[in-house]
T-cell receptor, first 114, second 118 residues
Framework: DQQVKQNSPSLSVQEGRISILNCDYT??????FLWYKKYPAEGPTFLIS?????DKNEDGRFTVFLNKSAKHLSLHIVPSQPGDSAVYFC?????????????FGGGTRLMVKP | DVKVTQSSRYLVKRTGEKVFLECVQD?????MFWYRQDPGLGLRLIYF???????EKGDIPEGYSVSREKKERFSLILESASTNQTSMYLC?????????????????FGSGTQLSVL
């Protein structure tokens, strides 16, 4: 039973437009959320995070929104660039007996077309 | 820059073989992790270690074991490889407080080992 779900396996966007990647979670004990980006042949790299005490966090072209009542978060990339083409993983922590281990979603492959 | 190095980029093994995946980090991190990445399932935690000779099971430890004899090195062992262990294996390291993690955004991943078990 996946506690973190990314329901869109892929997304295609035109360069310069907005990319919106979505993530849903089921565990109400999660209190910290992260996005990682993964290029082929490389390991995931941290992109942006948000604590459950906030509903928005912005870092340059990247903004993460958290809707706790809906157990939903989204990553907005504006404007999208071809170099943003990668697989994006949503992750959550908190609520685990073993401490704040990360639980990852299945990933969304973003393709930004020039 | 933090570097997490996985010894092999690609591995092909036969069913029943014993397989060792090695991971080394150069930032003196306390915590190290092994994940596997499968399409649609994301990254799933196999084992982690928060200190030398310490290990904890993750979400999917069956069929795997680990070894951490030195702080910088964390090995994943498949005692008898099976075809359902064909996957991308990712090692990560990070800093934690005591045995738990205040935040996890400083997880650093290696480039991964694509293991195929035939």
């Amino acid at each position: 039973d996946q506690q973190v779900k990314q329901n869109s396996p892929s997304l295609s966007v035109q360069e310069g437009r907005i990319s919106i990647l979505n993530c849903d979670y089921t565990n109400s004990m999660f209190d910290y959320f992260l996005w990682y980006k993964k290029y082929p042949a490389e390991g995931p790299t941290f992109l942006i995070s948000i604590s459950s005490i906030k509903d928005k966090n912005e870092d340059g072209r990247f903004t993460v929104f958290l809707n706790k009542s809906a157990k939903h978060l989204s990553l907005h990339i504006v404007p999208s660039q071809p170099g943003d083409s990668a697989v994006y993983f949503c992750a959550a922590s908190g609520g685990n007996n073993a401490g704040n281990m990360l639980t990852f979603g299945g990933g969304t492959r973003l393709m930004v077309k020039p | 820059d933090v570097k997490v190095t996985q010894s092999s980029r690609y591995l092909v093994k036969r069913t029943g073989e014993k397989v060792f995946l090695e991971c080394v980090q150069d930032m003196d991190h306390e915590n190290m992790f092994w994940y596997r990445q499968d399409p649609g399932l994301g990254l799933r935690l196999i084992y982690f270690s928060y200190d030398v000779k310490m290990k904890e099971k993750g979400d999917i430890p069956e069929g795997y074991s680990v070894s951490r004899e030195k702080k910088e090195r964390f090995s994943l062992i498949l005692e008898s490889a099976s075809t359902n262990q064909t996957s991308m294996y990712l090692c990560a390291s990070g800093v934690g407080l005591s045995t738990y993690f205040a935040t996890n955004e400083k997880l650093f991943f290696g480039s991964g080992t694509q293991l195929s078990v035939l």
